[in-house]
């Protein structure tokens, strides 16, 4: 019963420690300590340390998506993101803070969603509104192919 206590507290740890983290995001903390916060983070969540008597199993450690951090979100793609919403393993918590950091969705707004599956249709019609734009952009500075076949 002990042990069970045990790995359920380091659960509870690295909880706070993400929570923290995503304040720190959220008060636009220096990005050098946000990179070093999510670097440790990381490095906690991989680990099968005996200091921290994880409770997560190797497969299911295997199948988590990495945690992005802001910077990383702003930089990704928008095929990996449509990968990242799409994906069953993606928490509603991972799909907020990609509408709100990516997208700039309002933080009050995700008590609208009252499912996940509706915070994934909206990410969908985010991620496809911000391809359109990017054609009409590529096309307005004529960076596109214009290629018609009769």
Excluded: C, W
Aim: hydrophobic share 40%.
């Amino acid at each position: 019963m002990a042990d069970s206590t045990s790995k359920n507290k380091d659960g509870v740890l690295l909880k706070v420690l993400t929570a923290h983290y995503h304040s720190l995001v959220s008060a636009r903390s220096d990005e050098t300590v946000l990179k070093q916060f999510s670097n440790l983070l990381r490095f906690l969540k991989r680990q099968d340390a005996d200091f921290l008597e994880t409770s997560i199993s190797k497969k299911h450690e295997s199948s988590r998506l990495p945690v992005l951090t802001a910077e990383e979100l702003r930089g990704a793609s928008l095929d990996d993101l449509d990968k990242l919403v799409n994906a069953d393993e993606t928490t509603r918590k991972d799909l907020e803070f990609i509408a709100i950091e990516r997208f700039s969705v309002p933080r009050g707004s995700m008590r609208s969603f009252s499912n996940k599956e509706m915070l994934v249709e909206k990410l969908r019609a985010l991620i496809s509104n911000e391809r359109a734009h990017d054609t009409i952009g590529a096309i307005a500075r004529g960076e596109a192919k214009h290629t018609v076949d009769f």
